[in-house]
């Protein structure tokens, strides 16, 4: 009797307005020819009992793309590994990032949270805002913080929103046109050497020099051996957290201290006319390596949730039963 082929385990890659990562990786974990094939997810409409075919989905465009993020956790329901887990995407905010990093030992800037300016309609002041106490004391938010400071959306990315606020006049102006936004005001952090680290797995770190004013990625750091262990060590720290698999933080060092200055990314950027070659080929490959290793395990973005435990056991092989007896 022949030998039944074993069907390869599938990893899946949702995207948006990005044309070099995706098919490089694709291609690559294709390459390799592990019993693990990689394509575009092809969605048009979910039931609740559909099964899912992937073992990996890797999401790079969820956060604007609400239907996704609802598919994703479905996913995440069935047992699938999602990269990044779905449901801390929809729950982080940078306020509470910010305070988790100085509890874990990550040097962060000193971080306000403000009440929003504008509200969903029905919100009637006097009545749906009575625990705010109004007007803000806006003295006290820059003795906290200092001047300049930076202003930004708690729940923002891509440098969209973000401010440097030389005064407390222009503070008020910015928070004024800032709408529904949740903002928060942060210490300016004065550097004089700058990380961004790509976080893989919550295990690889790969630590790069980065201009964040000319946005420019450089193929070689100066960091001296202590620095470079520290930012390794803490971008770490900050993705094992949030349990973030596909991460990038971010660091300013003043004084020879590097503080988080950013690191909720869970879409960051791979693209090669940003990153270079030299990191986009870093990307490609240890992306590659990543979903493979996820793919064969029996790791699932549900595990670290008490619903999980909840669940009937599934029946048959596990994925890495299957994968040992390729």
Known sequence: MAKKTQEPLKVGIIVGREWSFPPAFIN?????????????????????????????????ISHEVPYYRTYLKHAALQGVKVVNDPFMWTADDKFFGAGLATKLGVASP?????????????????????????????????????????????????????????????????????????????????????ARCMVLGQE????????????????????????YQRIYADALTLCKAFGYDMNTVEFAVREGIPYAID????????????????????????MADMVIRLAKSDAGTR??????????????????KRAKSE
């Open 204 to 227: 690889e770190v790969h630590v790069m020099k980065y201009d964040p004013k000319q946005r420019k990625y450089y193929d070689e750091h100066d960091f001296s051996p202590a620095l």
């Open 28 to 60: 690559e974990v294709n390459s390799r020819d592990q019993g693990v094939v990689a394509e575009y997810v092809r969605l048009g409409g979910t039931a609740m009992e559909e099964p899912i075919p992937y073992r990996v989905i890797v999401d790079r």
């Open 303 to 320: 595990d670290r949730y008490q619903w999980a435990q909840m669940l009937p056991k599934p029946e048959g092989k596990t994925a890495r």
């Open 110 to 194: 000193r971080t306000l949270v403000l009440p929003n300016k504008e509200y969903v309609p029905g919100i009637v002041p006097t009545e749906s805002l009575r625990n705010l106490i109004f007007p803000l004391d806006w003295q006290y938010v820059a003795q906290y913080v200092g001047m300049p400071c930076i202003l930004k959306d708690a729940h923002g990315g891509g440098w969209r929103d973000v401010y440097v606020i030389h005064s407390i006049d222009e503070l008020i102006w910015r928070y004024d046109q800032c709408g529904q936004l949740t903002m928060i005001v942060q210490e300016f952090i004065e550097w004089e050497n700058y």
């Open 263 to 286: 690191f909720m990314n869970p879409a960051p950027d791979m693209d090669v006319n940003s990153l270079g070659h030299m990191h986009f080929q870093w990307m490609v490959k240890h």
